[in-house]
């Protein structure tokens, strides 16, 4: 059911609006937590330092990133932690498929990692003969429905409790209709400690790792990464490379940032700080650039390399709020995805750019300051450069760019416009030559335009004097 | 070419402007009264925090606690206070799947988000942390001042941990949760279903 029909954004928006009712209910949803965000962070008189520390954190580090990756290397190794390196999602899952078949590992649990859904690791390991469950409730929910997540933090929010119901009753035989919450994270409580108990290795993600310490902190609410690396003796853990930070006090920046711009909460319910493997384990960390060090000489772009996925940006965005996840045909949806996938996949992740009315709120809230609208304005003059613009978008830039040249024809062409909007039946005005007026009403005309009120007024000044 | 190699000559050739770190030495946000934010900001995020004099307080609290009166296995890692079970003795991690209640040592507090800073050094099993249905997390205040417990923020947090050792260490803020499910907050979604916090006076 989940299976990527389309990259247009517009038209999986289409499909996400056909239930009104629905697409209200997400839109408020989201916006709740974006108001839970705004309380978080008025209740810290130093929110904008925490967020100009963080944001010249992360532009410190991408300018000295080989140096500070070296130096995590170096420490996580003196730990006894084993560094891999993967140039892109194939060696990534090659790397962690190496590690599982050395332990003739089976049963894999993973807590919620942006990276591994990048790299599509879930349908490379299962072909190879692995389970794989995810841990967090939200992705576990996901997973079992086979659709990819449609945000970032919260996994499933794009479903209602009926629905998770139905997935539960199909999977986990609970009762036919109960969809009480309490219910349905018990009996999920219930489903996932079998797998924690049965696991052979756990892989998780990376918030953050230390460059001076070779440690890494991984935040979850639910405690599902903690269980899922504390029974078995093998922890993977794969992280993009950006996910680096030079010291380890740096974390009292971005720990108060993070959950406070995620969520509303004060700080996540665990922030695990590991630092080498359990007595007798192994901890492999793998490295991850795919793509990721092309966008380091871009000044346009580099920014973007800051993100640490809190999603806040998602939260607020009117476009995401109204459009669904999935509606982006991404794993990474909202602005921050809008700028990420086209810039590694224009020809597929065309229209993302386009995803987006310029409010510039994503920009507002984003803890480490990237300025996302400006780039998804700089991104869609990109997608034009690369002839990936469609007709319907280039033909009337091209003729209203002409007509703007020449002030008397728009002058002219205005008077004509006023008329047929007052005049025209309505079939003649609202079709589909008009995409704009689709779901909108056009502007009422004025019965004069600015440019003959401004002429009279000249007139009448000049006739009092 | 190894891919280290690849990536390393990847991301040094490219071009990126200088940029310094900030200073971490900030005007950070203070409380008033530190140790009440701490129970406030704990009690929102669905913890408790108490302060008790000695074991015997500690004890006569717990008692308090159903969940805990009624655990059938019980660990506990403070000294004076007997468990079911003895973690040291626990050679598989496994075994402590069924445990309904667990004492343990915290290191100190943080009020602006209710964190308690918890390490593995003195517990053999870090999934005890984590698996026991209920948690109690114990801090001791040795000088006899609450205060000396409880740190202001992060930064202040972060100047008292040190990483010479491979020691796991977790911020833990309240009990586990999950608001997966139409973002209905629910409490206990796999690891402790409650967290008692206590500040232990001598």
């Known amino acids: 059911m989940s299976a990527v029909k389309s990259y247009d954004h517009p038209t999986n928006a289409d499909r996400f609006n056909k239930d009104q009712s629905r697409t209200h209910w997400h839109d408020s949803a989201l916006w709740f937590i974006r108001e839970k965000r705004d309380r978080m962070a008025n209740s810290l008189p130093e929110w904008e330092t925490l ?45 962690v498929l190496e590690i599982l078949q050395k332990h003739q590992a089976k049963r894999i649990v993973k807590s919620k990692s942006m990276l591994t859904e ?9 072909k190879h003969g692995i389970e794989v469950v995810d841990t967090d409730l939200g992705e576990r929910i996901v997973q079992l429905r086979q659709e990819p997540p449609s945000h970032i933090v919260m996994p499933a929010i794009h479903l209602k409790k009926e629905d998770v119901s139905n997935t539960f009753h199909e999977h986990l035989q609970t009762e036919e209709g109960n969809c009480d919450p309490n219910y349905l994270t018990e009996s999920a409580r219930q489903h996932l400690r079998q797998k924690f108990v049965q696991a052979d290795v756990g892989i998780t993600g990376v918030n953050f790792a230390i460059a001076e310490t070779g440690g890494f902190v991984v935040c979850t609410n639910e405690g599902n990464a903690d269980l899922g690396v504390s029974l078995p003796k093998v922890h993977i853990a794969c992280m993009g490379i950006e996910k680096l930070i030079p010291k380890v006090d740096h974390l009292s920046i971005f720990l108060r940032l993070l959950a406070r711009s995620a969520t509303g909460q004060p700080i996540t319910t665990y922030s695990s700080h590991f630092h080498g493997p359990v007595e007798g384990g192994e901890l492999h960390i793998v490295l991850v650039d795919n793509g990721r060090s092309k966008l380091m000489d871009s000044d346009d772009f580099r920014n973007s390399l800051k993100c640490i996925r809190c999603g806040a940006c998602m939260n607020t965005c009117p476009v995401y709020r109204r459009s669904g996840g999935h509606s982006y045909a991404a794993t990474v949806p909202g602005p921050i995805g809008s700028i990420l996938n086209p810039l590694r996949d224009a020809k597929h992740h065309k229209s993302l750019p386009f995803a987006c009315t310029l409010c510039g ?36 830039m091209k003729i209203a760019s002409w ?41 009422e005309s004025p019965p004069e335009s600015f440019r003959k009120q401004y002429a009279q007024r000249k007139k009448s000044q000049k006739s009092e004097r | 070419m190894s891919s280290k190699d690849d990536i390393l000559k990847s991301v040094r050739n490219q071009i990126v402007p200088a940029a310094d770190l900030p200073s971490l030495d900030q005007d950070w946000i203070h409380y008033g009264d530190a140790v009440a934010h701490f129970g406030d900001v704990l009690q929102a995020v669905g913890g408790t925090a108490v302060v008790v004099e000695g074991v015997d307080g500690l004890s006569a609290e717990l008692a308090k606690i159903p969940v805990y009166t009624e655990g059938r296995k019980t660990v506990s890692c403070i000294d004076g206070l007997m468990g079911t079970v003895d973690l ?115």
Request: aromatic share 8%; hydrophobic share 40%; charged share 20%.
């Open chain 1, 118 to 126: 990048e790299c599509h690791l879930n349908p490379w390991l299962e």
């Open chain 1, 51 to 95: 967020r100009a520390c963080a944001s010249q954190i992360k532009s410190h580090t991408v300018s000295k990133l080989a140096d500070y990756l070296e130096e995590f290397e170096r420490n996580a190794t003196a730990r006894g932690a084993t560094v891999h390196w993967a140039k892109d999602a194939e060696e990534h899952n090659r790397i």
């Open chain 2, 88 to 202: 040291d003795r626990v050679e598989d991690p496994h075994e402590l799947e069924d445990v309904d209640f667990a004492v343990l040592p915290g290191e100190f507090a943080v009020a602006e988000n209710g964190a308690v800073w918890v390490t593995d050094a003195k517990i053999r099993h870090r999934v005890v942390l984590f698996i026991p249905q209920h948690i109690a997390l114990v801090i001791p205040c040795p000088s006899g001042n609450v205060e000396e417990a409880i740190v202001n923020n992060m930064a202040e947090a972060y100047h008292r941990l040190s990483w010479q050792s491979n020691d796991f260490g977790c911020f833990v803020s309240g009990p586990s949760k999950t608001a997966d499910i139409e973002q209905s907050l629910v409490i206990g979604a796999h690891g402790a279903r409650s967290l008692h916090v206590f500040l232990l006076l001598p």
């Open chain 1, 403 to 443: 007509v703007f040249q020449r002030p008397k024809l728009y002058a002219w062409l205005g008077g004509i416009g006023k008329f047929f909007l007052r005049t025209m039946p309505r079939f003649l005005i609202y079709n589909g030559l008009n995409p704009w007026g689709r779901n909108r009403e056009m502007p």
């Open chain 1, 361 to 396: 709120s994503c920009s507002d809230v984003c803890p480490v300051k990237i300025n996302l609208h400006e780039q998804l304005l700089t991104l869609r003059s990109e997608v034009n450069r690369q002839k990936q613009l469609p007709v319907s978008k280039t033909m009337p």
